[in-house]
C-alpha cells in the first residue's frame, strides 16, 4: 500500500505494563512494516478481542486498528473494490464507536465520515436501500445539527469511474421549498473530472445538477442539467427527459448519469421516439 510510511507514523509505541501481551503486538507491527498490512490488521482484530481494556496496550491496539482500517477503507474504495472497502468500512465504525469510549471528541469526529464512505460502498455495490440506512443517520445528525464541519451541508454519496473519468455525486441535505420559484435549488450534483497518468482528478470537465423544476402542475420534481464550467453564472443545458420525483430514484438517476457520460443527452427510450419522427 503507497500510504503504508505515512501510517507507521503514527503508530505508538509501547509503554511499561504490557508484557503479556508485547510480543505478539511487536510481531504484528513488524508485520506492517512488511507490507503485510491486512494479516496484521486481522491478527490486531484478533488481539483487540482478548487484551483486557483495562490493560494500556488496549488502547494502542484500538489506535493501530483506526489507522489500518481507515487505509485498506479508503485504498479499496478509490478502486472501485466496494467490497472490500464496505468489509473494512463496516469494521472501521465498530472500531470508531469502541474507541469513542477511550479517545478525544477529535477521535470520535471520524464516526460521520465512516458512515459517509459505507454510503459510498453501498451505493458503489447498487444497494441503495443499504445506503439509505446509513444516510438517514447524517440526516438526523443535521436536523440535530451534531454534523461535523466538512460534511455538515452536503457528503459524497457516490465515486466511480467512466472510461478515464472519475465521477464524484454529492447530495445536499436541504429539502425542496414549498415555493417552488421562490430560489434555484439543487438537491444532487454530479462532478466530472479528467484524470492524470495515476487516475487521480485532474480538471473538473463539467457538473450535472438535479435541479428543482419550476414548473408546476407536472408529475415530476427535479430534471437533470449540465453545467460546462464551474461558475454557478454560466446557463445550465436542460437534458429533458431525465426527470425525478421528491424521493430520487437513485438506481436510475445513476443510469441516466452513465447514459449522459456516453454522450446521451436524450433517454434511449425518447432517442427512439425522437428518431421515428
Do not use: C
Not at 511499561?16 to 505478539?24: D, M, P, R, T
Not at 473519468?165 to 462532478?191: A, H, M, Q
Not at 426527470?243 to 446521451?264: A, H, T
Request: aromatic share 16%; no cysteine.
Amino acid at each position: 500500500m503507497k500510504k503504508l510510511f505515512t501510517l507507521l507514523l503514527f503508530i505508538p509505541t509501547l509503554t511499561f505494563g504490557q508484557v503479556n501481551y508485547a510480543n505478539e503486538y511487536e510481531k504484528t507491527i513488524n508485520m506492517l512494516e512488511n507490507g503485510e498490512i491486512e494479516e496484521a490488521y486481522q491478527k490486531f482484530v484478533e488481539l483487540e478481542k482478548i487484551v483486557p481494556h483495562k490493560d494500556t496496550i488496549y488502547e494502542n491496539i484500538l489506535w493501530v486498528n483506526t489507522q489500518v482500517a481507515t487505509l485498506l477503507e479508503q485504498e479499496y474504495r478509490m478502486e472501485e473494490q466496494f467490497e472490500k472497502s464496505l468489509e473494512y468500512g463496516l469494521s472501521l465504525l465498530e472500531i470508531i464507536k469502541q474507541g469513542k469510549l477511550f479517545f478525544d471528541k477529535e477521535y470520535a469526529k471520524r464516526e460521520q465520515w465512516a458512515i459517509k464512505n459505507i454510503i459510498v460502498s453501498y451505493f458503489g455495490l447498487g444497494k441503495y436501500d443499504e445506503a439509505e440506512k446509513y444516510k438517514k443517520i447524517l440526516y438526523n445528525a443535521y436536523k440535530k445539527k451534531t454534523l461535523q464541519e466538512g460534511i455538515d451541508e452536503y457528503f459524497n454519496f457516490d465515486y466511480f469511474k467512466f472510461e478515464d473519468k472519475n465521477i464524484w455525486g454529492y447530495e445536499w441535505y436541504e429539502e425542496l421549498p414549498k415555493d417552488r420559484f421562490s430560489k434555484s435549488f439543487t438537491k444532487v450534483v454530479y462532478y466530472v473530472y479528467s484524470t492524470d497518468e495515476d487516475g487521480n482528478d485532474k480538471d473538473q470537465l463539467y457538473r450535472l445538477h438535479v435541479l428543482m423544476f419550476h414548473g408546476t402542475g407536472q408529475d415530476f420534481d427535479y430534471v437533470l442539467t449540465k453545467r460546462n464550467e464551474t461558475d454557478n453564472s454560466t446557463p445550465a443545458a436542460t437534458l429533458y427527459g431525465y426527470y425525478y420525483k421528491k424521493d430520487i430514484d437513485y438506481r436510475k438517476l445513476k443510469q441516466d448519469v452513465i447514459e449522459v457520460l456516453k454522450g446521451n443527452l436524450y433517454p434511449p427510450e425518447m432517442l427512439e421516439l425522437l428518431n421515428k419522427k
